[in-house]
Nanobody, 129 residues
Framework: QVQLVESGGGLVQAGGSLRLSCAAS??????????MGWFRQAPGKEREFIAG????????NYADSAKGRFTISRDNAKNTVYLQMNSLKPEDTAVYSC????????????????????WGQGTQVTVSS
């Protein structure tokens, strides 16, 4: 059984920062073998890719909306992935979820939700203007 648990969401004013965490656990699951991604979904909108990181932390991929403001990182010793979000905007308001790539040791940090398994329940981020 694989479990991904997000935390760190909340209410913040525009221009503020938040740091999201995604803790992975599972008796036979080692997050250090998988590329990990952060996605978000706002009400009435489709889930969208925000940022991804390779299993070894050496490669990252960002949506245009996240470039220059968000930073994804990971600590494999803690089985945890982070998303540092700075200069937040009201349009960043959404439920943010993390997920693990379907395949271990993938060579490309992918961006489509269908390419990811093991989703967390999400954490709400609300940015007020």
């Amino acid at each position: 059984q694989v479990q991904l648990v997000e935390s760190g969401g909340g209410l913040v004013q525009a221009g503020g920062s938040l740091r999201l965490s995604c803790a992975a656990s599972g008796r036979t699951f080692s997050a250090s073998r998988y590329n990990m991604g952060w996605f978000r979904q706002a009400p009435g909108k489709e889930r969208e890719f925000i940022a991804g990181i390779s299993w070894d932390g050496g490669r990252t991929n960002y949506a245009d909306s996240a470039k220059g403001r968000f930073t994804i990182s990971r600590d494999n010793a803690k089985n945890t992935v982070y998303l540092q979000m700075n200069s937040l905007k009201p349009e960043d308001t959404a439920v943010y979820s993390c997920a693990a790539d379907r395949l271990p040791f993938a060579t490309v940090v992918r961006t489509q939700p269908i390419e990811y398994d093991f989703w967390g329940q999400g954490t709400q981020v609300t940015v007020s203007s």
